[in-house]
T-cell receptor, first 113, second 114 residues
Framework: AQSVTQLDSQVPVFEEAPVELRCNYS??????LFWYVQYPNQGLQLLLK??????LVKGINGFEAEFNKSQTSFHLRKPSVHISDTAEYFC???????????FGPGTRLSVLP | ETGVTQTPRHLVMGMTNKKSLKCEQH?????MYWYKQSAKKPLELMFV???????ENNSVPSRFSPECPNSSHLFLHLHTLQPEDSALYLC?????????????FGNGTRLTVT
C-alpha cells in the first residue's frame, strides 16, 4: 500500500520569500510523483511530475521539486512567491504497476503582503 | 473552454431528492474518475472508468451510482443522500489508466445535503 504525508497543513510566508512544501511517501514499489495546486473554488491543476530521469523537475509558475529516493521525499520549492500562489497544494503518488493515485492531505500556502 | 467541465457548480438537495452530476471532457482521454473532497480529509477516489467500463469502485455506498455512456461523458446519479455526503465532487480524466498519465480535473460540484 502507498501513503503520502504532508507534514505542514498550513504554511504562511511573505511575498518574495522562498518556500518549501514537504512531501514524504511510503511505497513498496517504484512510484511516480506529482504535485497539484488547487485555487479557491477550482479543481486541481498539475504543477509538475516525476516519472523517471533527472531527480529535479521543473513545473509551471516557477515551481520545482526534487525526488529523493533514499529519503522517500518529493519536496516542492519556489525561490520567490507571489500573492497569486496562495492556494492548497497536494502531493500525490501512483505505483508503476497500476496502483491508483494516492493524494496527501494538502498544504495551504498563504502568501502575505 | 476548459478541458474538463462539470455541471452544476453548486447543488443543494434534500435527503429524499434525486439529482445527477455531469462531467464532460474535451481532451480525447480514455479514462474518467469521480473523486470526493471533504474538508480536512484527503481526496477519496470513488469510481474509475476506462473506455466506458467501470474498472474500480472503492466501496462507495449504493446511493451513488455512476454512468459513463461514452468516453467523453461521466455522470454521478445521487439518491437518498445523507448530510455527511456534503462535499466537493471532482471529476477527472486521463489519457489512460496507466499511472504515469496525469489526471486533469474539472472545477467540481459543491454539493450540500440538507
Amino acid at each position: 500500500a502507498q501513503s503520502v504525508t504532508q507534514l505542514d497543513s498550513q504554511v504562511p510566508v511573505f511575498e518574495e520569500a522562498p518556500v518549501e512544501l514537504r512531501c514524504n511517501y511510503s511505497s513498496s514499489v517504484s512510484v511516480y510523483l506529482f504535485w497539484y495546486v488547487q485555487y479557491p473554488n477550482q479543481g486541481l491543476q498539475l504543477l509538475l511530475k516525476y516519472l523517471s530521469g533527472s531527480t529535479l523537475v521543473k513545473g509551471i509558475n516557477g515551481f520545482e521539486a526534487e525526488f529523493n529516493k533514499s529519503q522517500t521525499s518529493f519536496h516542492l520549492r519556489k525561490p520567490s512567491v507571489h500573492i497569486s500562489d496562495t492556494a492548497e497544494y497536494f502531493c500525490a503518488v501512483s505505483g508503476t504497476y497500476g496502483q491508483n493515485f494516492v493524494f496527501g492531505p494538502g498544504t495551504r500556502l498563504s502568501v502575505l503582503p | 473552454e476548459t478541458g474538463v467541465t462539470q455541471t452544476p457548480r453548486h447543488l443543494v438537495m434534500g435527503m429524499t431528492n434525486k439529482k445527477s452530476l455531469k462531467c464532460e471532457q474535451h481532451l480525447g482521454h480514455n479514462a474518467m474518475y469521480w473523486y470526493k473532497q471533504s474538508a480536512k480529509k484527503p481526496l477519496e477516489l470513488m469510481f474509475v472508468y476506462s473506455l466506458e467500463e467501470r474498472v474500480e469502485n472503492n466501496s462507495v455506498p449504493s446511493r451513488f451510482s455512476p454512468e459513463c455512456p461514452n468516453s467523453s461523458h461521466l455522470f454521478l446519479h445521487l439518491h437518498t443522500l445523507q448530510p455527511e455526503d456534503s462535499a466537493l465532487y471532482l471529476c477527472a480524466s486521463s489519457a489512460e489508466t496507466r499511472n504515469n498519465s496525469p489526471l486533469h480535473f474539472g472545477n467540481g460540484t459543491r454539493l450540500t445535503v440538507t
